[in-house]
Each structure stands twice: as C-alpha cells, then as structure tokens.
C-alpha cells in the first residue's frame, strides 16, 4: 500500500533551520506531485508548498516565500522542505501529500498523506 513517512521534525529557536524528508513508497513517485501542509492547534490545515512532477514547478505559500524551500530526488522516492528563518508561528504539525499526476498546485485533491511531523519553533 501507498506510505508517505515525514520526519526531520523536531524543537529549534526562532531563526534556525529544519529540514523534512518525506520517503514515499507503494507508488510510482515520479508519476505524483507533491505537497507540504501543515496544521496548528486549533486552526486549519494550510498548504506550505507544493511541487510537480519534475522539479521545474514550485509553488509555495506567501507565508514562507523566499524561507521555505520544495524540492524532490525522483532516484529516493523523497520530497524535501528545508525551512529557513523559521518563526513561532511555524509551529505546527507538517504533512506531506501526493497528487497523482498533479501539478504541485494547492488548488488540487491530493490523494495520499502521511501521518505528520511536529515543528515547533520556540521564540
């Protein structure tokens, strides 16, 4: 069966840096676009960034413009976020997802998600 399995998550000062792999498995990778989402407590669920099927087309949230950084290694079946700059208000629990040949678009359905990793960002 299809497996999304974040990690990287973890507890940094305001300012430092975090990097999240999500390893997918049980599907062929290269077919899916990407996303990271996250969701604070007691708020929605957001789109962070998304990326399509190659890696020419990125999409990210005005939040985390010129911060956070998508990007996938199609040969590891693995989407990368590397956060920069990160902010209390980052905290939060960060998903990742797939879109069947999708686009990276947080307009779209994603089909698959993983259980989530917890960011939290002390100030």
């Known amino acids: 069966q299809v497996q999304l399995v974040e990690s990287g998550g973890g507890l940094v000062q305001a300012g430092g840096s975090l990097r999240l792999s999500c390893a997918a498995s049980?599907?062929?990778?290269?077919?899916?676009?990407m996303g990271w989402f996250r969701q604070a407590p007691g708020k929605e669920r957001e789109f962070v960034a998304g990326i399509g099927r190659s890696t020419s087309s990125t999409y990210y949230a005005e939040s985390v413009k010129g911060r956070f950084t998508i990007s996938r290694d199609n040969a590891k079946n693995t989407v990368y976020l590397q956060m920069n700059s990160l902010k209390p208000e980052d905290t939060a629990v960060y998903y990742c997802?797939?879109?069947?040949?999708?686009?990276?678009?947080?307009?779209?359905?994603?089909?698959?998600w993983g259980q989530g990793t917890q960011v939290t960002v002390s100030s």
């Open positions: 997802a797939a879109d069947f040949y999708g686009t990276g678009s947080r307009y779209r359905t994603y089909n698959y």
């Open positions: 049980g599907l062929s990778f290269s077919l899916y676009a």
